[in-house]
């Protein structure tokens, strides 16, 4: 899944250009507080928890 911080419209997910990561999509991925602060120092700002609910909602989704 890509999660991409463009400087206009701020954090996106599978969208967009700017700054951009890529994560799984298991649950381990998501939970892992290590792997949260590696996101947050690759796209050069901070999460807020409100962005975790949204993405862990996508990753439910997911098929």
């Known amino acids: 899944m890509k999660i991409t911080n463009d400087h206009k419209l701020?954090?996106?997910l599978n969208q967009g250009m700017g700054r951009s990561a890529y994560i799984c999509k298991s649950k381990k991925c998501y939970t892992d507080?290590?792997?949260?602060?590696?996101?947050?120092?690759?796209?050069?700002g901070i999460l807020n928890p409100?962005?975790?609910?949204?993405?862990?909602?996508?990753?439910a989704n997911y098929k």
């Open 10 to 12: 701020g954090i996106m």
């Open 33 to 44: 507080s290590k792997i949260k602060k590696k996101l947050q120092k690759a796209l050069k």
């Open 50 to 59: 409100e962005f975790f609910d949204i993405f862990e909602r996508e990753i």
